[in-house]
C-alpha cells in the first residue's frame, strides 16, 4: 500500500510539472514581451514555466529598495545617477525608442514638457529600449546624437529592458508600485513621481497631458 500511494505520489507529480511546462518554443520571448499579462488565459497554460520565471523575476534586485530614492541608473554617458537627488522633486520616466511610430509626437511633447518646466523642481529620465519592434537598435552615442537633434535637453538614460527577466530594476520597481505589470510599447507608459516618492503611472498619453498633473505635485509640495 505505502508503495502505490508513493507511486501515485510521483505520477501527480509528475503531471503537474507537465502541466506546468511550455508548450510552444516561442513561450519565453512571448512572457518576455509582457504576455503573461496581456493573455493570461492562453499563456498561463501553453507558457506556464516561462511565465513563472517571469514573475519571479519581476521581484529580483529589490532587495533594500523602500523607496524611488533607493534606486540608481546611468545615463547615456555611463554616469551614475543616484535617484536620492530627485527628492523633493518631479520625476517624469518614460521609455524612448529613434525609430517608432511615435518618436517625432512624444519627443516633441516632451521638449515642449521640458520647455515649461525646466525652471522649476522637475526632471524627465528617457530611458531608450529596444524590446518593441527593435525600433531603438542604435548605441549610445547616436542615440544621443539623435535625441539632440530633437531638441532634447532632458536627461536620456542608458538604453535597458523595462520587461522580462532582464528589466531594469528601476522599472521592475516602477511597475511594482504603479503599474501596468507591462509596458504595452515604445513610450507607452509615462511614470510620474512625486517630490515625496509616490508612484503615478499613465498610459496611453501625451507628454503635455502631464502637465497639470505635474504642477499639481509641486503645488501640493509647496503647501
Request: proline content about 4%; aromatic content about 10%.
Amino acid at each position: 500500500m505505502r508503495a502505490l500511494l508513493l507511486l501515485l505520489c510521483l505520477l501527480f507529480l509528475t503531471r503537474a510539472n507537465a502541466v506546468r511546462a511550455d508548450r510552444d518554443d516561442s513561450c519565453e520571448a512571448w512572457a518576455n514581451h509582457g504576455e503573461c499579462e496581456a493573455n493570461q488565459p492562453y499563456m498561463l497554460v501553453h507558457c506556464a514555466t516561462s511565465c513563472d520565471a517571469v514573475a519571479k523575476a519581476a521581484s529580483e534586485g529589490l532587495d533594500g529598495i523602500e523607496s524611488f530614492f533607493d534606486l540608481s541608473a546611468k545615463d547615456i554617458d555611463g554616469n551614475a545617477i543616484a535617484f536620492e537627488s530627485f527628492r523633493g522633486k518631479v520625476t517624469v520616466l518614460t521609455n524612448v525608442a529613434s525609430y517608432c511610430g511615435y518618436t517625432e509626437s512624444h519627443y516633441r511633447g516632451l521638449v515642449e514638457l521640458w520647455s515649461v518646466m525646466s525652471d522649476k523642481a522637475v526632471e524627465i529620465l528617457a530611458f531608450p529600449c529596444n524590446q518593441f519592434g527593435a525600433q531603438e537598435p542604435e548605441e549610445a552615442d547616436k542615440i544621443k546624437d539623435f535625441a539632440s537633434s530633437k531638441g532634447v535637453r532632458f536627461r536620456i538614460m542608458e538604453k535597458i529592458n523595462v520587461n522580462g527577466p532582464n528589466a531594469h530594476q528601476v522599472y521592475k520597481y516602477l511597475k511594482a508600485q504603479a503599474g501596468p505589470p507591462t509596458i504595452n510599447w515604445n513610450f507607452g507608459t509615462y511614470f510620474v513621481v512625486g517630490p515625496d516618492g509616490v508612484v503615478e503611472s499613465h498610459s496611453g498619453v501625451g507628454p503635455m497631458e502631464l502637465r497639470d498633473v505635474v504642477d499639481e505635485l509641486l503645488e501640493k509640495e509647496e503647501l
